[in-house]
């Protein structure tokens, strides 16, 4: 297993464009995890989904903001009319609850969105 | 709300000293605190997870130890190297809910120098 994979790794589109990003978690993880990390700030929570339901959304994800896991597995955030505040880091984690007492979340490499 | 708060936000140490990077907590109704590595431009590396009910964890030159009820943990690295040079992040999970989303603080950056 290779863990969380991130695509694109960067992205650059110009304000009000339309962005999609994908996450693939690790295999068997049933917990998906999205978060936002600006410059010199702490990653900050943005949703969550348990298998394909999303139970969770952070007051950060506007309505321009959509994430989708459909079956359960990957899972994609995307973010309509961008605006230049949308640049950031956009870090996807997985963990698995169930056995695992300590559900750990591990962390891909993140997606870098600059808004022109 | 938690807060999480590491406190100084940059760190510059000679190469070997041991150091120490603190983390503070404002609930201390936490499931557990993890200690996170992120070097420019990238995603984050998993260092240590502390359960509540313990007092510390070891992996190799790091160690972290917990005081949940005064709402501190430490992160201790022995005799630093230039590879060191990173982030450094703590982040909490809540206690309570079945959502197990962390709050990180705003990491401390740190620079070893050879």
């Known amino acids: 297993d290779t863990g969380v994979s991130q695509d694109p790794r960067h992205k650059i589109t110009k304000r009000g464009q339309n962005v999609t990003f994908r996450c693939d978690p690790i295999s068997e993880h049933n917990r998906l995890y999205w978060y936002r990390q600006t410059l010199g700030q702490g990653p900050e929570f943005l949703t969550y989904f348990q298998n394909e339901a999303q139970l969770e959304k952070s007051r950060l994800l506007s309505d321009r903001f959509s994430a989708e896991r459909p079956k359960g597995s990957f899972s994609t955030l995307e973010i309509q009319r961008t605006e230049q505040g949308d640049s950031a880091m956009y870090l996807c984690?997985?963990?698995?609850?169930?056995?695992?007492?300590?559900?750990?979340?591990?962390f891909g490499p993140g997606t870098r969105l600059t808004v022109l | 709300k938690q807060e999480v708060t590491q406190i100084p936000a940059a760190l510059s140490v000679p190469e070997g000293e041991n150091l120490v990077l603190n983390c503070s907590f404002t609930?201390?109704?936490?499931?557990?605190l993890q200690w996170f590595r992120q070097d420019p431009g990238k995603g984050l590396t998993s260092l240590l997870l502390i359960q509540s009910s313990q007092r510390e964890q070891t992996s190799g030159r790091l160690n972290a130890s917990l005081d949940k009820s005064s709402g501190r943990s430490t992160l201790y690295i022995a005799a630093s190297q230039p590879g060191d040079s990173a982030t450094y992040l703590c982040a909490v999970r809540p206690d309570t809910g079945a959502n197990s989303k962390l709050t990180f603080g705003k990491g401390i950056t740190l620079s070893v120098r050879p």
């Open positions: 609930d201390s109704a936490i499931y557990n």
């Open positions: 984690a997985s963990s698995f609850l169930g056995i695992d007492p300590y559900n750990e979340q591990f």
